[in-house]
């Protein structure tokens, strides 16, 4: 497995199509699932650059932070709370273009302004979710939900 992740300038969909076979090289090989977490959510900061990367895990009624990249966050989310609660109770992922205007969004940090949540499915139940913020308002779209999505369920 290569080390260095290869960064590529383009669209949005090009990016995500030289990063996920990296993604999955990355993976391949690997069953520890907390590596596997973190190497993904560092493959998709250092890709994008975005301000917060990172899972949070279903334990019994709450989402409880794991691997990320970026500033401290909260550490545990009830089930419908927040925009990752929320992703979670609906199963789907949601997109958030201005998080001030999600009613309930948990603001870990003030310079965040747009998000997405993509939760993790495993034979049909969900484990936690991928959370994506950006400090630009507006920053995700469909594009982002069709390939992230692709990119959670190589973690499943
Ligand atoms: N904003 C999220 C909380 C997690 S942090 O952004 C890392 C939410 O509303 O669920």
Redesign the pocket.
């Given at each position: 497995m290569a080390e260095d992740l290869q960064i590529i300038k383009g669209t949005k969909a090009e990016q995500y199509e030289a990063l996920i076979p990296q993604i999955k090289g990355l993976l391949t090989g690997e069953s520890n699932l907390v590596a596997n977490l973190a190497n993904t959510a560092a493959a998709l900061k250092e890709q994008f650059g975005w301000f917060?990367v990172?899972f949070y895990l279903v334990e019994n009624d709450e989402l409880v932070l794991g691997p990320f990249q970026g500033p401290v966050?909260?550490t545990r989310?009830r089930k419908g709370r927040?925009?990752?609660?929320s992703s979670w109770e609906q199963a789907r992922t949601l997109i958030v273009p201005d998080?001030e205007k999600f009613p309930g969004?948990?603001a870990?940090s003030s310079l965040?302004k747009s998000?997405i949540v993509v939760p993790l499915f495993k034979e049909g139940n969900i484990w936690g979710v991928l959370?994506v913020?950006s400090s630009e308002y507006n920053q995700f779209d469909e594009t982002d939900q069709q390939y992230l999505e692709q990119i959670v369920a190589l973690l499943a």
């Open positions: 917060w990172g966050a909260c989310i927040g925009v990752c609660g998080v969004h948990i870990c965040s998000e959370d913020d």
